[in-house]
């Protein structure tokens, strides 16, 4: 496997949809006890300060949870998100909320209208609309008034779907990191990493070799609905 730090997909629609899976085993998530006690939930309790807690989009027992993260290490940031934190990073598909070690966050994505990164880029993070930010149990969403997106995220037990809505039309851009992942101690937190794009398929298919907390693979699925090219 080839070492592979960011991979920059053009799309080119206004609106795009995408599906991550990771490939793993997970268990099924109980049947509902009734009535929608879901109204209840306020997803960012714990979120500020040293909780430890994510926001991301997530089904009990599933096995991805998209969400922001914030910053890549720290204690801080054991969840990659703090409530009071001023940037972006993007978003990745494996979150634990509670922990006390950063771990996970792998395959981060973070969209923007145009074509404004190029092979020199360093800084793909952006400001959230903090107004705009909202989360419920299975439901992420926030705007990026920099990036000119609006992003939408929620979970099946397997699947990570991303709703990316520009506000102009044209091509635009996601930033696929495999390199990136909450961080404990020092790195580097990914040591191989593989990727393939199937253009026609609108397809980015690949796996990482992770050594943090745990060393562990994990293989991936990034389908887009709109035409794609590297």
Known sequence: MNPLAIQSLALT??????????????GTAPAAAGGDLTRHVDPFIGTDGTGHVTPAAM?????????????????????GYQWRAPRILGFSNTHISGAGIPELGDVLLMPAAGTRWTAQSTDFSAAPDKATERAKPGVYRV?????????????????????????????????????????FGEGPRVTQASSAVDA??????????????????????????????A
Not at 13 to 26: D, K, M, N, Y
Not at 151 to 169: G, I, K, M, N
């Open 59 to 79: 089904v009990p027992f599933g096995m991805v949870a998209p969400g922001p993260d914030n910053a890549d290490r720290g204690w801080s940031y054991s969840s």
């Open 143 to 183: 705007t990026l008034p920099g990036h000119g997106v609006r992003v939408e995220l929620t979970a099946t037990p397997r699947v990570a779907v991303h709703r990316y809505s520009f506000t102009q039309a044209g091509r635009v851009q996601v930033l696929v990191d495999l390199q990136h992942g909450l961080l």
């Open 200 to 229: 026609a398929r609108g397809e980015l298919t690949g796996t990482t070799h992770a050594k943090n907390w745990v060393e562990r693979e994990a293989s991936f699925i990034v389908r887009f609905d709109r035409p794609s090219r």
């Open 13 to 26: 629609a206004a609106r795009g949809l995408l599906a991550l899976a990771l490939a793993t085993v997970a």
